[in-house]
């Protein structure tokens, strides 16, 4: 009697496996939702939709769908995703902020080593260093001493605590050694929409949302914050060049899933991710927002894990260093 109940609960158990992994083979049957944890039309945002597009193409039938849920520097999104079923239909985007965003919030909704499944690695992107049209001085060296003498006037721009524009603004301030006003987004689409009218005078962000306004001419572009010259902005010197020490920053995008995702989803997600960065319309559509997808031993789970957890290890110390922090 108790041989045959083993033996039944064996059967069920083995139809579990097969079903669930039936069903992860069929993966997805219904629309998936990709949230960005920003404002719709900023950096983050673009990078998930070109993603998104692509991974549709990749994984025949499947349709993903941004959801933007800007807010406190992206971590009420990632928190809601931290939370969400794990059943591969929620899924996040988000960038170098999560690494960031430990060290920044005392109180932080979840914990970016413990309650997700790593997809992958998409992208590093540099960021510019901009001021509005208007702006008193036009190079990075006119602007350090003005500033100084100035800082009560200037407003600088971000996308809340957390946020890629917010590290910048950290490093910047600290290295010219004066406080700014800074002003806080959902995002830094409606960022940049203030600097383009005026509003805000100052804005640190990707070239993913900067590149055409550069290039039109809209704004005053003073620095860009990686080691090296960007091939698009030849003209553009790097912020080291112009004195600023501290500076190599590079803002990466990764995909995540909430923790507990069965993994034959999440290696159908990894598939799918590989293949989108290989997609010459998504490698084209990056090309010209002045980054590129990363090679495909990056888009792994394994290897964002490892990046992450430096990412954490690199700035963690940094922000301390800085003080700053949010509940
Ligand atoms: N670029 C933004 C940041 O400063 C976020 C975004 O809107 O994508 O983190």
């Given at each position: 009697?108790?041989?045959?109940?083993?033996?039944?609960?064996?059967?069920?158990?083995?139809?579990?496996?097969?079903?669930?992994?039936?069903?992860?083979?069929?993966y997805p049957t219904r629309p998936v939702s990709v949230v960005v944890p920003f404002a719709a039309g900023g950096p983050t945002d673009t990078v998930a939709r070109n993603i998104a597009d692509a991974m549709g193409k990749a994984l025949p039938g499947a349709n993903f769908i941004v959801e933007n849920l800007g807010g406190a520097?992206?971590?009420i999104g990632v928190g809601k995703v931290a939370r969400a079923t794990p059943d591969g239909y929620t899924l996040l985007i988000h960038h170098i902020g999560m690494s960031t965003a430990p060290a920044?919030?005392?109180?932080?909704?979840?914990?970016?080593?413990?309650?997700?499944?790593?997809?992958?690695?998409?992208?590093e992107v540099p960021m510019t260093f901009l001021a509005k049209e208007g702006f008193p001085v036009g190079t990075m060296k006119e602007l350090v001493p003005y500033l100084k003498a100035n800082?009560?006037?200037?407003?600088?721009?971000?996308?809340?605590?957390?946020?890629?524009?917010?590290?910048?603004?950290?490093?910047?301030?600290?290295?010219?050694?004066?406080?700014?006003?800074t002003v806080p987004y959902k995002g830094t689409?409606?960022?940049?929409?203030?600097?383009?009218?005026?509003?805000?005078d100052l804005l640190c962000d990707q070239t993913t949302n900067t590149m055409q306004h550069i290039k039109a001419g809209k704004v005053k572009a003073?620095?860009?914050?990686?080691?090296?010259?960007?091939?698009?902005?030849?003209?553009?010197?790097?912020?080291?060049?112009s004195g600023l020490t501290g500076f190599n920053v590079s803002v990466w995008h990764a995909m995540y899933a909430p923790?507990?995702?069965?993994?034959?989803?999440?290696?159908?997600?990894?598939?799918?991710?590989?293949?989108?960065?290989?997609?010459?319309?998504?490698?084209?559509?990056?090309?010209?927002?002045g980054t590129?997808?990363?090679?495909?031993?990056?888009?792994?789970?394994?290897?964002?894990?490892?990046?992450?957890?430096a990412e954490i290890n690199k700035w963690s110390p940094v922000i301390k260093k800085a003080g700053i922090y949010a509940d």
């Open positions: 009697m108790r041989q045959a109940k083993l033996a039944a609960a064996a059967i069920l158990a083995a139809g579990l496996i097969v079903s669930a992994s039936a069903q992860a083979q069929q520097g992206g971590t920044l919030y005392r109180k932080l909704q979840f914990d970016p080593l413990k309650d997700f499944e790593y997809i992958g690695l998409i992208n800082a009560a006037k200037v407003s600088l721009a971000n996308a809340g605590i957390g946020s890629a524009s917010h590290l910048c603004g950290l490093l910047f301030m600290s290295a010219i050694q004066t406080e700014l006003t689409a409606p960022a940049i929409t203030d600097l383009l009218g005026g509003q805000v003073l620095g860009i914050t990686t080691p090296k010259r960007l091939d698009m902005l030849k003209e553009l010197p790097t912020l080291a060049e923790k507990g995702t069965p993994k034959p989803v999440v290696d159908r997600l990894v598939a799918g991710l590989q293949q989108s960065l290989k997609n010459p319309d998504l490698i084209k559509r990056f090309a010209d927002l590129e997808p990363v090679s495909a031993d990056k888009a792994t789970p394994e290897a964002l894990q490892k990046f992450l957890t």
